[in-house]
């Protein structure tokens, strides 16, 4: 299964729900902000992952935004911080 780039942003009130989303997130991807992960998953676990988080949010209150980003976007993303460039190879454990 192809590995793809999606960038998952979050925005939840509640702390208890919060920390299972981030849990979840830091499992998976690299946090490039506080409520924004990048991450290289297939298709399969991408759908895992969407399951898991479903079963901790509330959909009425909570957001959760899940954005693909193809492999010309990343090319023509970058950073503008001391952080690694979008989506760079670096020395993460994942």
Known sequence: NTVHNFLIIYDISDDKRRKKVNDVLE???IR???SVFEVQIN???LTTIEEELISIIQP???S???YHICKNCVSKSKSL???AN???VGDYFV
């Open 27 to 29: 499992g998976i991807g």
């Open 32 to 34: 490039v902000n506080f």
């Open 43 to 45: 298709t399969v676990q």
């Open 60 to 62: 009425n209150i909570d």
């Open 64 to 66: 959760i935004r899940i």
């Open 81 to 83: 911080s001391n952080q």
């Open 86 to 88: 979008p989506f760079e």
